[in-house]
């Protein structure tokens, strides 16, 4: 390793194609400890590190990386805490290639240092050790309720209690993580390392309970009463459909219940879980966000034979990572694109059979700046298909919404709150993807950190 | 966790469970229902909240055994665990004064509709009510629904006890003779569907309660969607009752079967191991 480093970050390595699409274990293996060191060498130390602008929590980059290069694992994953409670997870599914490593200066001429793979090795490391316990501050007699289990809501719990409040979160499902256990597949984020990340928050005196849904079982108004101060993480769980003819017949998924029963309730392990799924040979995914890529891929490893994402413009406007489109490729993932459906046909038993769709092209730039799709005259045709799964995004969760008088919602349906995530109501903060619309698992958590402070301090004077 | 803390068999396929559940006891109302999951591999599957007593916090669920959850719900007895409960989910019913109602209630179906039918009873409304069921045996709730009830009908398919034939017949003959307000029916969808094409003829206002495929319970699946009135709902948040008339109900029964071929190899993986 000399002063030169080389342009390239160590590769991944990661389970074969042919194989992983049979199971649901992790496609990427993570790094070996020699690589770490070797990929954790290349950082430059820089005196103004860019890195760390492009992280949502402000993760001290440079100096755990220098840790890893002195073969210092611990000292490693201390410095990732001090801002990170979820570090296992986020160095797998971080879109770091749009956060940290953006900015990371090796990125002008060759590639950025890996850092998502780095914090990821170091996190696992620890895991595998065991997991320290951080000090607490004195006990503070405050009280907080958090709405919703996300990365939003764990991270607000977890900062709260290393302060000294008493944190109880309610969850309206069965199990806590939000999108992290219902969401994201298995072969991406293994639930395991959600479960061990979550325990790691309640060990910090965080306590959870689920099956409680806010806006039912108790209203916000009724937690008011209780605690000094509430926090509202519940997300964007609401699924987008198109409406279009045909679009409830059997077959017919949202991408939400696709990944829900898949994740949260194993139905890949049906029947020794009870939750069946059903998909046949030629399953259609009509988006081409991550959400429809981790639909694709599923779908593929529940045994359909062709798998196509359906996607109203070209690939260049796709939504989803690179990395993931280049997964789902490797895999054997088929790309229609320019092609929106506008109906779904179905057999004489009400399965749907066909994707009626048009061909696109595309016009001028939009609001987004992407080009809009225009469909083309008289270009109809049918796509054959036994199993769609619509992915075209998810609205925020409009329950607290509904029965909480006096909170400002915004026309997205979002919840308005500021950059510190107070709301309209005293004393009322929320944060995550239910005041952004869907976005990822990091902001999330900055989001999150912020509001912990202000709540912090809203119940401290 | 909660704790079941009475059972009950109502009919050799129809059991009841009070439940611990002061939480949603307190909150409850007619027409709402729950989410269970019994164990770790458990399915969730919905059902109504049957009676209350908030004193006690319980709740008490009336169930039919039709397939694996079902069945494994009613082997369960007093002092077991059900490893998930939550609610109350769905809106409640919109209980008011109408005048004269008629309240239909089909099989299980009889057990959402007592505390619905009370309510109706309690705010003014004169009560008639028509419950039916296969056999005799399969009868339940008749005391509870006489106690409450003006008019009490009774319909066996078999003939073995009350008028031989649908709960239909005898509506049929009801609103024929009398000026009707509101038809509450809940039971097995193809006896909603009957209802409601019925009640049509005689534009008279009918509220069923649904009972698609639901996962979640709180509006973030869509499994549970159904057209009303030509629009998509979610039955979980924007249900369970609906306009009857209003209601899609062919492409409801196909979609309540879409894991026919799932649940009967579930069932029979179940009766293997517990036999
Ligand atoms: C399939 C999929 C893949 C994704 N992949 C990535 C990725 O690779 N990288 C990335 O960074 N981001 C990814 N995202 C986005 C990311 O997961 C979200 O931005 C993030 O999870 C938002 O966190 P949150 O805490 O705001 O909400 P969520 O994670 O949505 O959690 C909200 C929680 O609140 C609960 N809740 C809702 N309503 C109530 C209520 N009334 N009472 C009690 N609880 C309630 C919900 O059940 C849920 O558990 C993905 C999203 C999806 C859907
Ligand atoms: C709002 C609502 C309230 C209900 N209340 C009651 C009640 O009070 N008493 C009662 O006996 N039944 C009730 N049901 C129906 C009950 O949920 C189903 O009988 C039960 O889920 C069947 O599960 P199983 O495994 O025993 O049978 P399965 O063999 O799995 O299924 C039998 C049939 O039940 C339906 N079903 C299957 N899975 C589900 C599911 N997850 N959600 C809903 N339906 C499903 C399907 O149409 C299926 O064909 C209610 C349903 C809804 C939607
Ligand atoms: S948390 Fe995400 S953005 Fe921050 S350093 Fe880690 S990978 Fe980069
Ligand atoms: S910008 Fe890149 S090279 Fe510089 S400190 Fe950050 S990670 Fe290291
Ligand atoms: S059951 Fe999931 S949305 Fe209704």
Not at chain 1, 100 to 126: H, N, Q, S, T
Not at chain 1, 194 to 220: M, R, S, W
Not at chain 1, 296 to 322: H, N
Not at chain 2, 247 to 271: C, G, I, P, S
Request: aromatic content about 6%.
């Amino acid at each position: 390793m000399g002063k030169v480093s080389s342009l390239k970050k160590q590769p991944m390595p990661e389970q074969e194609p042919e194989k992983r699409i049979r199971n649901f274990d992790e496609v990427a293996l993570g790094y070996g400890a020699g690589q770490v060191v070797s990929e954790a060498k290349r950082c430059l130390q820089c005196a103004k590190p860019g890195c760390v602008q492009g992280c949502p929590v402000g993760i001290d980059i440079p100096a755990f990386v220098k840790c890893i290069a002195e073969e210092n694992f611990d000292g490693a994953i201390e410095v990732i805490k001090k801002k990170n409670n979820l570090p296992a997870i986020c160095g797998r599914v971080c879109p770091y290639e749009d956060q940290c490593e953006k900015f990371c200066v090796l990125g002008k001429k060759g590639e950025p240092v890996g850092i998502g793979r780095l914090e990821r090795f170091v996190a696992d490391d620890e895991r595998k050790k065991g997991m320290r316990v951080p000090e607490k501050a004195n006990a503070s007699s405050k009280k907080v309720a958090i709405v919703g289990s996300g990365p939003a809501g764990l991270t607000v719990a977890a900062d709260l209690a290393k302060l000294g409040h008493d944190v109880i979160i309610y969850e309206a499902l069965h199990k806590p993580g939000g999108v992290l256990v219902y969401g994201i597949p298995e072969f991406r984020l293994p639930k395991e390392i959600v479960g061990a990340e979550i325990e790691y928050v309640k060990q910090l005196g965080v306590v959870i309970q689920t099956d409680v849904v806010i806006g039912k079982t108790i209203t916000i108004d009724e937690l008011r009463g209780e605690f000094d101060a509430i926090f509202i993480g519940t997300g964007a769980g609401l699924p987008h459909f198109m409406n279009i003819p045909g679009e409830n017949l059997c077959g017919i998924y949202s991408s939400n219940e696709f990944l829900i029963r898949t994740n949260l309730m194993r139905a890949y392990k049906f029947p020794e879980y009870d939750t069946p799924i059903k998909v046949g040979k030629k399953v259609a995914v009509v988006g081409a966000g991550n959400v429809a890529m981790d639909s694709a891929r599923v779908a593929l490893r529940l045994g359909a034979k062709d798998v196509f994402i359906v996607y109203r413009r070209s690939e260049k406007e796709m939504p989803a990572r690179a990395e993931e489109i280049a997964h789902a490729k490797e895999e054997g993932i088929m790309f229609k694109v320019l092609t929106n459906p506008i109906r779904m046909v179905g057999d004489e038993n009400g399965w749907v059979k066909k994707l009626e769709c048009v061909r696109m092209k595309l016009g001028e730039s939009d609001k987004t700046g992407r080009r809009r799709p225009i469909p083309i005259k008289g270009s109809k045709f049918a796509l054959d298909a036994d199993t769609v799964v619509v992915a075209i995004g998810q609205k925020p969760n409009p329950l607290i919404a509904k029965t909480t008088k006096g909170l400002r919602i915004t026309e997205q349906g979002t919840i308005w709150a500021d950059k510190n995530g107070k709301t309209s109501m005293e004393g009322i903060f929320a944060g995550g993807d239910i005041t952004t619309g869907t976005a990822t698992v990091i902001e999330a958590m900055g989001a999150g950190k912020r509001a912990a402070m202000a709540i912090h301090e809203y119940i401290s004077q | 966790m909660c704790r079941i803390v009475a059972k009950k068999e109502l009919a050799p396929t129809v059991k009841s469970l009070t439940i611990d559940a002061p939480l949603i006891a307190k909150k409850a109302r007619p027409g709402q229902f729950i989410i269970i999951r019994i164990d770790e591999k458990g399915e969730r599957i919905p059902l109504t909240i049957a009676d209350l007593d908030v004193l006690q916090g319980t709740i008490t669920t009336i169930f039919l055994e039709v397939g694996k959850t079902t069945k494994h719900l009613g082997s369960l007895n007093d002092g077991d665990v059900l490893a998930d409960l939550a609610g109350p989910l769905g809106k409640p019913t919109e209980i008011k004064k109408y005048g004269k109602v008629i309240c239909v209630g089909g099989g299980v179906g009889v057990a959402p509709l007592y505390l619905e039918a009370k309510a109706l009873k309690d705010a003014g409304n004169k009560v008639i009510s028509i419950i039916g069921a296969r056999t005799k045996e399969l009868l339940i709730l008749e005391k509870e629904m006489r106690r409450i009830s003006d008019e009490l009908y009774i319909t066996t398919d078999d003939g073995s006890r009350g008028h031989h034939g649908f709960v239909t017949d005898v509506l049929q003959g009801l609103i024929t003779k009398q000026k009707i307000d509101m038809v509450l029916a809940i039971g097995p969808t193809v006896m909603m569907k009957a209802v409601a094409k019925m009640t049509k003829n005689y534009n008279i206002k009918t509220i069923v309660s649904l009972n698609p495929i639901m996962v979640d319970g709180t509006g973030m699946c869509g499994t549970c969607r159904v057209t009303v009135g030509g629009e998509t709902k979610f039955t979980c948040v924007d249900g369970p009752e609906f306009d009857a008339h209003l209601v899609d109900f062919e492409e409801l029964m196909n979609r309540q079967r879409t894991y026919l071929e799932e649940e009967k190899v579930a069932l029979e993986r179940w009766e293997r191991c517990h036999h």
